[in-house]
């Protein structure tokens, strides 16, 4: 691994508990952290830097984000459904979804991925969790489409979670799938042979119910005890009034209420959108007790609202991309602020701290993730897998400011230019927005979408 036996040094770096002045930081060669201290002095100068063994970083250094929640596949669809009629609304869009997925196959779905990965990773997420349920692209066994997510991130030099989602149902009453739907459709059998794929991979395995339409309760309880007590459990919830609707006329409860009746929801559980959320689900996410994941770029382009943080202060949250209208958690985190601004009606809107907001809000998006992830990550500590940033401490928008202060100038408008290196366990996969084979991924890219555009 590039620079292993000598270690960096970072002029400065976000740890767990707040910004470091000169850390020194090396890993193995697994790509895992095995020191993260703060070395005495103020050294700063190239020759003594490298006297004890360390390059000195281009500026200062911070934990990657995790991507909680992606569908790799639907950034295809950008441009296409941005221009809805007046009656549309998030099922209109998902119509519009479905005819992309008829079009698909195994090999278009690992070129959609590894660009929609390699756009990730030179945006700063270095991390991701896939929730996938094209299972039989093209009439493809579920073991085919599996596979190509798995060499999509390879490709991309992303860290993979796969979440192969159980999908079996048209909605919570038990109707029978369209005809549309049958591409999601999967066996529990072909579940337990897919999580034993993934567990002898270099991927992380997650287990996923759609939703409380798409997996009625067996089937919820099936995936909790496939999981034992440590793989994470991801699933929709809450995300549109009829869906809460649904759930509460055949369940008795709100999603997110069912789910803590059934389950008692902990920090593995990741809870994706729940825009909808009813008070007291907002108390369940309040408690701190779930990881709700938050996926503000698309949740506004479906139009499915707007979570209220402000109500569930405590609630642990992490970001996801979902369908990619954006790539760039610097602006999921961007949504999340300015929403929170907005309702507010002021620009304080946290207590006060010694971080600014911007790096206020990355610290905390990042280290809820390791249960939800199956992957020490988004921290920088000892233990952990190496998967960082390096701000480009002389990038136009960055330079003069404090490192405190480049996180926030980054997070509310910067850009992947502005990122010198991304890393992923420990070896550099971008510099400066730009991936390390974004030739192949572009070309791969190209010919994919003139497939399934022409």
């Known amino acids: 691994m590039s620079g292993e ?68 596949f639907q950034r295809s669809l950008l441009g296409r459904v941005q221009r809805p009629d007046p009656g549309d609304d998030f099922w209109s869009w998902r119509r519009l979804m479905y005819e992309t997925v008829d079009a698909l196959t195994p090999d278009l779905v690992y070129k959609l991925s590894a660009w929609t990965f390699g756009e990730m990773v030179a945006s700063g997420y270095t991390s991701v969790v896939e929730f996938h349920y094209v299972h039989r692209p093209g009439g493809a066994a579920p073991a085919e489409s599996l596979n190509a997510i798995l060499e999509a991130a390879r490709t991309a030099g992303i860290r993979l979670t796969v979440a ?70 991801h699933v929709h919830v809450s995300e549109q009034p009829a869906e809460v609707r649904e759930c509460r006329n055949n369940l008795g409860f709100t999603p997110i209420e069912w789910l803590d009746r059934e389950f008692g929801l902990n920090p593995r559980w990741g809870l994706v959108h729940g825009t909808q959320a009813t008070q007291t689900e907002l ?19 479906l139009g499915d609202g707007r979570f209220p943080l402000e109500k569930a202060p405590s609630a642990n949250w992490g970001i996801g991309s979902d369908s990619h209208v954006s790539l760039s958690p610097a602006e999921e985190l961007r949504t999340v602020l300015y929403g929170l601004r ?28 390791p249960p939800v992830s199956g992957w020490p990550c988004g921290e920088l500590r000892v233990g952990a897998v190496a998967d960082f940033l390096v701000l480009d401490g002389e990038a136009p928008d960055l330079v003069g400011l404090t490192p405190d202060e480049m996180v926030t100038a980054w997070v509310l408008s910067g850009q992947a ?20 084979n974004r030739g192949r991924l572009d070309a791969d890219w190209r010919q994919a979408m003139r497939t399934l555009r022409g």
């Open 5 to 72: 036996s000598r270690g960096f040094l970072a002029p400065a770096a976000l740890l767990p508990d707040g910004w470091h002045e000169n850390v020194e930081l090396r890993w193995n060669g697994d790509g895992f952290l095995t020191t993260v201290k703060t070395r005495s002095g103020r050294s700063g100068s190239p020759a003594d830097d490298l006297s004890v063994g360390l390059t000195r970083l281009a500026g200062p250094v911070i934990a990657g984000m995790p991507n909680l929640h992606s569908h790799a």
């Open 164 to 233: 192969p989602v159980l999908y079996r149902w048209a909605d919570s009453a038990g109707s029978a799938l369209g005809r549309q739907q049958r591409a999601f459709y999967l066996e529990r059998d072909e579940v337990v042979a897919l999580a034993e794929t993934i567990r002898g991979s270099a991927a992380a395995l997650a287990l996923a119910p759609h939703s409380l339409r798409a997996a009625n309760a067996d089937d919820i309880h099936f995936l909790v005890d496939l999981a034992g007590r440590s793989t994470p459990l």
């Open 283 to 301: 108390d369940i996410l309040d408690s701190g007790r779930p990881t709700l994941i938050l996926c503000p770029t698309t949740e506004h382009d």
């Open 342 to 369: 907005a309702s507010a009606g002021k620009r304080a809107v946290f207590e006060a701290s010694v971080m600014s907001d911007g790096a206020r809000l990355w610290q905390a998006a990042t280290s809820v993730a």
């Open 417 to 436: 230019r502005d990122l010198a290196e991304v890393r992923v366990g420990g070896t550099i996969v971008s510099r400066r927005g730009l991936h390390e």
